[in-house]
């Protein structure tokens, strides 16, 4: 004897039978899972309302629009990279350079291709810096005289 199954359409009728039998009981159903979860289950199918929002303070953060106009100054940062920031926001403009450590001495690198950097400064700006490139600090030439000399050269106070 052979048996031939073939898929039908639509649902099965055991599976019609479970889901009347759910729905004839839908409510014993229910006060059994509340029973059981503490009210938990009819508290997470009800909608929830979002909290009114009073006394909030919101920040948006991202790009900033201010109304003020950009004071550059240049300023050598803790981990050697000689940048170029706005003194009203503290953000950085553009990376001038790196102090770096070459035989023993702190010497200024400019952000050039030749000098292995992938993001390098504009050529105006290489020109006007290329004799403060490789500059040597010393305990006479420090950190804040190189930034003041980039500054003069750039225009920048």
């Known amino acids: 004897?052979?048996?031939?199954?073939?898929?039908?359409d639509g649902p099965r009728r055991e599976d019609a039978q479970v889901k009347r039998l759910i729905e004839q009981n839908r409510s014993t159903i229910v006060r059994l899972a509340d029973q059981i979860s503490g009210g938990g289950y009819s508290a997470s199918r009800k909608p929830r309302q979002q909290p009114k929002a009073e006394g909030l303070i919101i920040h948006v953060g991202g790009?900033?629009?201010?109304?003020?106009?950009?004071?550059?100054?240049?300023?050598?940062?803790?981990?050697?990279?000689?940048?170029?920031k706005d003194q009203n926001s503290g953000r950085q403009l553009h990376h001038i350079g790196d102090v770096r450590n070459r035989n023993g001495d702190q010497v200024f690198v400019l952000a050039t291709k030749q000098n292995g950097f992938f993001s390098p400064v504009d050529e105006a700006i290489a020109e006007a810096?290329?004799?403060?490139?490789?500059?040597r600090l010393t305990a006479t030439y420090t950190e804040e005289q190189l930034a003041a000399d980039i500054g003069a050269k750039l225009g920048i106070d």
Do not use: F, H, Q, Y
Not at 1 to 8: A, L
């Open 1 to 8: 004897m052979v048996e031939i199954i073939s898929k039908r």
């Open 63 to 84: 790009n900033a629009a201010t109304s003020t106009e950009a004071s550059p100054s240049v300023c050598v940062t803790m981990n050697g990279r000689v940048i170029s």
């Open 129 to 135: 810096l290329a004799g403060l490139d490789g500059s």
